[in-house]
């Protein structure tokens, strides 16, 4: 299992512009969020997924979109890029409600 | 509103020392409650968890955590630190009712003196 894959590990946007970071895993897991982790702050949820085809807003969603049309895969849109989006991206997966989450290993994402 | 609260922002401890991590979280009932780890550029790896039964639980790499009910606190332990536990170190509740989102503690940055 190659578990909870995220790509790109970096990339430099330019304010306006849109990119897509992407998220899989293989684990057939339920559950999928997208976190962003900035100094001091901790992981705070961006947005969420019970399910395929089910996805809900976190506390920062704004200026992020989601979709889930499979298990497997949980883009995270950025619309218009801003430099506050500036912050490490993680994505994370887990198999029920209370479970343990598995984290894939994070974008770095520069906003100029 | 529920939050977590790690009080330590950095730890310095020489190897071989003693260890332990604060973690209170606000919440009406016990919720489940998470340790993990991040090593440097790396994501989230899950220490130990815990739901119910013994207050005292045991997790990877020599961790330990007691939950105390009357103090809503669930510390981290580990008695004698290796320099490979330099890390940070996360605090996280799930709510056993509602939305069952983790809430993330802001993390404790621990450092190891050789």
């Known amino acids: 299992n190659a578990g909870v894959t995220q790509t790109p590990k970096f990339q430099v946007l330019k304010t306006g512009q849109s990119m897509t970071l992407q998220c899989a895993q293989d684990m057939n897991h339920e559950y999928m969020s997208w976190y962003r982790q900035d100094p001091g702050m901790g992981l705070r949820l961006i947005h969420y997924?019970?399910?395929?085809?089910?996805?809900d807003q976190g506390e920062v969603p704004n200026g992020y979109n989601v979709s889930r049309s499979t298990t497997e895969d949980f883009p995270l849109r950025l619309l218009s890029a801003a430099p506050s989006q500036t912050s490490v991206y993680f994505c994370?997966?887990?198999?029920?409600?209370?479970?343990?989450?598995?984290f894939g290993p994070g974008t770095r994402l520069t906003v100029l | 509103a529920q939050s977590v609260t790690q009080p330590d922002i950095h730890i310095t401890v020489s190897e071989g020392a003693s260890l332990e991590l604060r973690c209170n979280y606000s919440y009406g009932a016990t919720p489940y409650l998470f340790w993990y780890v991040q090593s440097p550029g790396q994501g989230l790896q899950l220490l130990l968890k815990?739901?119910?039964?013994?207050?005292l639980v045991q997790g990877i790499k020599g961790f330990e955590a007691e939950f105390k009910r009357s103090q809503s606190s669930f510390n981290l332990r580990k008695p004698s630190v290796h320099w490979s536990d330099a890390a940070e170190y996360f605090c996280?509740?799930?709510?056993?009712?509602?939305?069952?989102?983790?809430?993330f503690g802001t993390g404790t940055r621990l450092k190891v003196l050789a």
């Open positions: 997924s019970v399910g395929a085809g089910i996805t």
């Open positions: 996280a509740v799930v709510p056993t009712s509602g939305t069952y989102k983790y809430i």
């Open positions: 994370a997966s887990r198999p029920g409600l209370a479970n343990e989450q598995f």
């Open positions: 815990y739901f119910s039964g013994d207050t």
